[in-house]
């Protein structure tokens, strides 16, 4: 069914609405994962960290059911489907008493978590093209930073003010917020099916089946490893490796989540007329001298003088962070046939979930033996990446890395 230009636009405020209310639910919830699950079960935190990695593991799963579900129906439908699964999981929270019951409540959550990325790319891809994709992309990154950081000082708040029955006001408020963006996308959001639309269509053997494509998963592997320096990576180094006190993390956070919020946009539009491959290919010149600068970080005496080159070593990984993102979500979704959008970003989107469930052992390993080659791996890793994103420029849609 065509779709006017004004539906489009409501669409899209719709998304973003939608967008923003999840994501300041699930900033009440994330920045206390395993201590929430804990308190609102009562089960004990051994349990409760074996529970969340089944789970997780079995989220893994979500990814490639998602793409085939946007492909048989639409993005919008799989998207709302998500929130729906969440909000029912964070409603049954404080009902689980044991260790089956988590397992079965964590496990939807897991498998919404996953499933909402290739949802909402694929959705962003259908309501709008060219440059206006990626100011959407821009906004939906920029919204949701807002909001985890809302989010998390708000479950600081609850969980002060109200003790432990902050957590259970934590999992009701979080399923409201899923119930409410789930009708923001049903009330305004226009129904966009992709998989009728004209093309080739196909299976996941297909979507294996593109070189230039899988190179490009190849290289967006290496991005995503670095976009798992701040959460796992920077703990170890700094309060193990490097001595520096704890309460720096929260100061490096901070410093991150301010700037992913309030520096998108910008950076988007000092992007806007270069092709996305060489876009991409300099955010990861600017991850390697990030990488470069941790290691650097070493060699300075302990002290203010040492976390002065912390901070400015996570100053150049937002920015690399920031000049990562839009390109790459653009890149993927003008790659891939309308008709196989779903599969072809489920694809892509995976490899977030291979760098959660590497990244913690990985980089830990190294880390606690040969810290500098921690950083000298990354860097090797991302100038491949580089490299490979410009060589693909001649080989991919030529839609996919011009900016229309």
């Not at 963006?181 to 049903?186: E, F, N, Q, R, V």
């Not at 006190?245 to 520096?263: E, K, R, W």
């Not at 830990?364 to 990354?378: C, D, E, I, K, Y």
């Amino acid at each position: 069914m065509p779709v006017t230009s004004a539906t489009r636009v409501r669409g899209e405020r719709a998304f973003l609405t939608g967008m923003f209310v999840d994501a300041l639910g699930s900033g009440l919830y994330l920045p206390l994962t395993l201590l929430f699950i804990h308190e609102v079960t009562g089960l004990s935190m051994a349990v409760v960290g074996l529970g969340v990695t089944v789970a997780a593991a079995a989220g893994l799963a979500a990814n490639p059911v998602a793409g085939i579900l946007i492909d048989r129906f639409d993005a919008r439908g799989v998207l709302v489907g998500t929130y729906v699964l969440r909000a029912l999981a964070f409603a049954a929270y404080p009902l689980v008493d044991g260790f089956t019951a988590l397992i079965i409540v964590a496990a939807l959550v897991a498998v919404g978590d996953r499933a909402y990325y290739p949802a909402s790319a694929g959705y962003v891809a259908v309501l709008a093209e060219g440059a206006r994709r990626d100011r959407l992309y821009a906004l939906m990154a920029t919204a949701r930073n807002v909001a985890f950081g809302l989010g998390g000082l708000l479950s600081a708040g609850a969980v002060s003010l109200a003790g432990g029955a902050g957590f259970t006001v934590i999992a009701v408020v979080n399923a409201a917020s899923f119930v409410l963006a789930s009708t923001c996308l049903i009330l305004s959001g226009p129904r966009v099916q992709a998989a009728r639309d004209a093309g080739p269509r196909g299976g996941y053997r297909r979507v294996l089946g593109d070189r230039p494509f899988i190179a490009l998963v190849g290289a967006e592997q290496a991005f995503t490893l670095a976009h798992m320096i701040l959460p796992v990576a920077l703990p170890i180094y700094a309060v193990t490796v490097l001595g520096a006190p704890a309460a720096v993390l929260g100061v490096l956070y901070a410093l991150n989540t301010f700037l992913a919020a309030s520096g998108q946009l910008l950076v988007r539009r000092l992007q806007r007329a270069a092709r996305r491959t060489h876009s991409l290919a300099l955010g990861g010149a600017v991850l390697i001298a990030a990488c470069g600068a941790y290691a650097a970080t070493a060699l300075l005496p302990p002290g203010p003088v040492r976390i002065g080159g912390l901070v400015a070593a996570t100053l150049i990984l937002t920015v690399g962070e920031l000049m990562h993102t839009v390109p790459s979500w653009g890149l993927a979704a003008g790659t891939a046939p309308p008709a196989m959008r779903g599969r072809y970003l489920a694809i892509y989107q995976l490899t977030w979930a291979i760098a959660a469930v590497v990244a913690p052992v990985g980089f830990s390993a190294l880390l606690t033996t040969v810290p500098a080659l921690l950083w000298a791996t990354l860097g090797v890793l991302l100038a491949a990446a580089a490299l490979t994103v410009v060589r693909l420029a001649r080989r991919l849609p030529a839609e996919a890395v011009t900016v229309a």
